[in-house]
């Protein structure tokens, strides 16, 4: 049972363009989304996250909508550069109690031509 | 303030032998997460431990894996006997006490022959 549905697997946006990625879940008790960005050879770092007390988050380039009665969420990437590709992946957690375990989305592979 | 940190970044063993990951936490956080990457699939959670304690267990196969966090040292993810499909990336991430915010060391990659 995949819990966080991620799509699309790859995408190619041309530099300046924007990159949509988007996740699906389906336990409603997840109240934290996080998104990673991870490049070759190197471990997941955190990029934004958002709660669903609120609708939209925005941090630079970076913005993350949230859709509470879908159960969906979405990162967007503005103006996007080549240093953006990357693999993105989508997460969810539960932040009541004091287990904070994650559940990932496949990823998403993103290339961005110059 | 230096990030998680895993040892070693890369690790070959044959089938049957043993492999021991270390993952050391970002100072101040005593939380620890094991996670397993498969190649063209996301991180897979296996572990949660406080500090000697272990919290949920719940994403490890139940036969040949094990893990620890000691008072002293780092957290050891153990895989004994290990078979062709414990080839992965092997991901710790850390968090201080009560946050949920998760921050990742770089893996450590073990292929098995």
């Known amino acids: 049972q995949q819990q966080v549905k991620q799509s699309p697997q790859s995408l190619i946006v041309q530099k300046g363009g924007i990159s949509i990625i988007n996740c699906a879940y389906e336990?409603?008790?997840?109240?934290?989304f996080p998104w990673y960005q991870q490049f070759p050879g190197k471990g997941p770092a955190l990029l934004i996250a958002?709660?669903?007390?609120?609708s939209e988050k925005k941090e630079g380039r970076f913005t993350i909508s949230f859709n509470k009665s879908a159960k969906q969420f979405s990162l967007h990437i503005m103006d996007s550069q080549p240093g953006d590709s990357a693999t993105y992946f989508c997460?969810?957690?539960?932040?009541?109690?004091?287990?904070?375990?994650?559940?990932f989305g496949k990823g998403t592979l993103l290339t961005v031509n110059p | 303030n230096a990030g998680v940190m895993q040892n070693p970044r890369h690790l070959v063993r044959r089938r049957g032998q043993e492999a021991r990951l270390r993952c050391s936490p970002m100072k101040g956080h005593s939380h620890v997460y094991w996670y397993r990457q498969l190649p063209e699939e996301g991180l897979k959670f296996m572990v949660y431990?406080?500090?000697?304690?272990?919290?949920?267990e719940s994403g490890m196969p139940k036969e040949r894996f094990s893990a620890e966090f000691p008072k002293e040292g780092p957290s050891i993810l153990r895989i004994q006997q290990v078979v062709r499909g414990d080839s992965a990336a092997y991901f710790c991430?850390?968090?201080?006490?009560?946050?949920?915010?998760?921050?990742f060391g770089p893996g450590t990659r073990l292929t098995v022959t």
């Open positions: 431990l406080q500090k000697e304690n272990i919290i949920d």
């Open positions: 336990n409603t008790a997840f109240d934290y």
């Open positions: 997460a969810a957690s539960i932040r009541g109690g004091s287990n904070y375990k994650l559940t």
């Open positions: 991430a850390s968090s201080p006490p009560g946050d949920y915010e998760q921050y």
């Open positions: 958002i709660r669903p007390d609120v």
